[in-house]
T-cell receptor, first 114, second 115 residues
């Protein structure tokens, strides 16, 4: 039973296209996150939602738009894809916003923009 | 601002020996949490261990222990009795009490276990 799932696992697309990545968690958590891992393996937070409300919005191009239809889902839509968007995108979830709470990560979505 | 530094890009260890992966941090929060994650070549992020800033004892989880030295702002991961399956990238991460759960990650350390 997968705790945090993401679809698709791999995404290859051309510059200028629009694409979405879906994330679902079945842990009953109220907080979900998107992280980006670049080619040098550096991980950086992009967004977080708590009870469907946007809490963290790091310096991310506005071509990236998260959507949380309910507490169990957090999707990431990317418009006008650029070469620099190629990365692995991880969804994560936790209970609450406290620094003490472990975050469970999804398997990642490898996005390749050609 | 939160900052995490992992100064060892790569580490090597013989199977069955212990290894320490270094992590130093900086935060202005009084309450914070420190995490270690493992990322094998398959790519997933696996939670290993957590240390709270007010925890008096060092955290342990099986073969993993966290050497927490608050005054030095260090949170080193110790892996005892290394196994071949421990070969992976290891990330130290910090969540400050005012960061709303945001994890700030270090650059990572690639651990290679030799037979």
């Amino acid at each position: 039973d997968t705790a945090v799932s993401q679809t698709p696992k791999y995404l290859v697309t051309q510059m200028g296209n629009d694409k979405s990545i879906k994330c679902e968690q079945n842990l009953g958590h109220d907080t979900m996150y998107w992280y980006k891992q670049d080619s040098k393996k550096f991980l950086k937070i992009m967004f977080s939602y708590n009870n469907k409300e946007l809490i963290i919005n790091e310096t991310v191009p506005n071509r990236f738009s998260p959507k949380s239809p309910d507490k169990a889902h957090l999707n990431l839509h990317i418009n006008s894809l650029e070469l620099g968007d190629s990365a692995v995108y991880f969804c994560a979830s936790s209970q609450g916003l406290a620094g003490a709470n472990e975050q469970y990560f999804g398997p990642g979505t490898r996005l390749t923009v050609t | 601002a939160q900052k995490i530094t992992q100064t060892q890009p790569g580490m090597f260890v013989q199977e069955k020996e212990a290894v320490t992966l270094d992590c130093t941090y900086d935060t202005s929060d009084q309450s914070y949490g420190l995490f270690w994650y493992k990322q094998p070549s398959s790519g997933e992020m696996i939670f290993l261990i957590y240390q709270g800033s007010y925890d008096e004892q060092n955290a342990t989880e099986g073969r993993y222990s966290l050497n927490f030295q608050k005054a030095r702002k260090s949170a080193n991961l110790v892996i005892s009795a290394s196994q071949l399956g421990d070969s992976a990238m290891y990330f130290c991460a910090l969540a400050g009490g005012t960061s709303y759960g945001k994890l700030t990650f270090g650059q990572g350390t690639i651990l290679t276990v030799h037979p």
